[in-house]
């Protein structure tokens, strides 16, 4: 039984009268009235320091298959785990590959569908509970804005943040670009507001050199950009720095680490982009001097 002593009243009780409470805003965007659970996750997967985050997708075998430099997850992806700030992958190599260990927060790949060998974006999402089973920090769910596809993505989209509400699960809107439709700022502005106005407590988008501010701009909740097909390693580091100038709350990078000439490397000069502001002179030359040391060992 508790000690009856301790809750006698007395003049040495503190009980903070006069001092208001203090009420705390969250660091990113539009999350000020979301669940705590939400804020959580997100938590672990945006840097609090910086407020971004560097995410390593290798989610393409969904649709790809083997892509080129995903042969073996085990060999190209585990090594670059340390070094990222969240993952975004199917719940297969989550199970099959990625090290409980590990301790790195999950963007899980929650919609699946047709593949490159169709017409892509005829897609169902997964059981929401998968994501609490494998402790996710985020359900990803494609939408094709302007697609064949529209309605049953957006339908998607709202189911799957529906229910992530319900578990304070976030949910990451990926916007698709058909072939016929340009990546542009009209474009990935309108898809970007139609994720999150559905639900969406991320977006997932492409960069666009010009008026890419008002693509973050009208877009009430974080965004983070696309890597998309591969580039040289200094074009892609002026991609994430350019995205994050734009107001980029950080950078999905798949092709351009794992296909790079330095994947650990690659992601490290990323990760000092998107945290420490380097310009992509400083970046590329980190990544030199990073790939010359990696060859000497």
Known sequence: MADAEGIIESKEKDFGIGV??????FYLKGMDHMSWGIKDRLRRMFNPE?????????DHGYIMGPTSGLERLDLNIVPLIPYADSLMCTKAALRTVVPPTANKPICLRSS?????????????????????????????????????YEAKTVANLVKTADAGYRYGIPTMGVTAVGKELA????????????CAENGATIVKTYYCNEHFERV??????????????????KEALELCYKAICGGASGVDMGRNVFQSESPVAMIQAVGAVVHNNLNPEQAFEMFNDLKSDLVSV
Do not use: H, Q, W
């Open 20 to 25: 208001p409470v203090k009420t705390e805003g």
């Open 50 to 58: 910086s407020g971004r985050t560097v995410m390593l997708a290798f």
């Open 112 to 148: 699946a569908g047709t593949t490159i060998l169709t017409e892509l974006n005829d897609e169902v999402v997964i059981d929401p509970e998968e994501a609490i089973r494998m402790n996710a920090s985020t359900m990803a769910v494609m939408v094709s804005v302007g697609g064949r």
């Open 183 to 194: 990546r542009d700022a009209r474009y990935l502005s309108m898809a970007s507001r139609v």
């Open 216 to 233: 973050v701009n009208s877009c009430p909740v974080p965004i983070v950009v696309a890597g998309g097909k591969k580039l040289p390693e």
